[in-house]
């Protein structure tokens, strides 16, 4: 099975910081990777696909860059309804494997 | 609007058995391939299984394999989940989602429904 490294585990920022999270996989998963933004007592949603492509509807304050075994997302401008726990996952192969997340809080 | 429906979650008793189901609306599910992703509590998310379009090619995690069988009835625009032999392990709340692109089996979730709890335990 792949497997998908997240760091960090959490993380605090002010409104308007800029702020990244990390994936590492331990195979090369050809960019098939996606971020999902999860916020308390609701289902995932899916903001980046294919490492840097937006989801419609998506702000673009969010992006996505990487290759390889090593992606990123990034959050720009931090706006309260940022808060959230954030996934990445591979579609490169089954099983699909999401990363173990990251929570992100208003400083 | 896409949504997504589940529904069929409970509290059942180790090595019971439950199916939960996920009504589709506002799209083709015929032309999609669908999926189970699940959630223990206060835990990441999972995938659990995934169904091809027509029923044919399904794909499980080693965890469920031989236990929980993935199916779909695109007449009744329905997902289906049966889990058998359950363990206190599958204790999570399971979403129904779709992947987004017909074209590859293991495209992104797209849609998401609210999820539905399944407690297992004496």
């Known amino acids: 099975d792949i497997q998908m490294t997240q760091s960090p585990h959490s993380l605090s920022a002010s409104l308007g910081e800029t702020v990244s999270i990390e994936c590492l996989t331990s195979?090369?998963?050809?960019?098939?990777l996606a971020w999902y933004q999860q916020k308390p007592g609701k289902s995932p949603q899916l903001l980046i696909y294919?490492?840097?492509r937006l989801q419609d509807g998506v702000p673009s304050r969010f992006s996505g860059s990487g290759s390889g075994t090593q992606y990123s997302l990034k959050i720009s401008n931090m706006q309260p309804e940022d808060e959230g726990v954030y996934y990445c996952?591979?579609?490169?192969?089954?099983?699909?494997?999401f990363g173990s997340g990251t929570k992100l809080e208003i400083k | 609007e896409v949504q997504l429906v589940e529904s069929g979650g409970g509290f059942v008793q180790p090595g019971r058995s439950l199916k939960l189901s996920c009504a589709a609306s506002g799209f083709i599910h015929s032309n999609y391939v669908m999926a189970w992703v699940s959630q223990a509590p206060t835990k990441g998310l999972e995938w659990v299984a995934s169904?091809?379009?027509?029923?044919?090619?399904?794909y499980y995690r080693d965890s469920v394999k031989g236990r929980f069988t993935i199916s779909r009835d695109d007449a009744k625009n329905t997902l289906y989940l049966q889990m058998d032999s359950l363990r206190s392990e599958d204790t999570a709340t399971y979403f129904c989602?779709?992947?987004?692109?017909?074209?590859?089996?293991?495209?992104?979730?797209?849609?998401w429904g609210q999820g539905v709890m399944v407690t297992v335990s004496s």
């Open positions: 996952q591979q579609g490169y192969k089954y099983p699909l494997t």
């Open positions: 294919y490492v840097s």
């Open positions: 195979e090369g998963i050809s960019n098939y």
């Open positions: 989602a779709r992947h987004s692109d017909p074209s590859y089996y293991s495209a992104p979730f797209d849609y």
């Open positions: 169904i091809g379009t027509g029923g044919g090619n399904s």
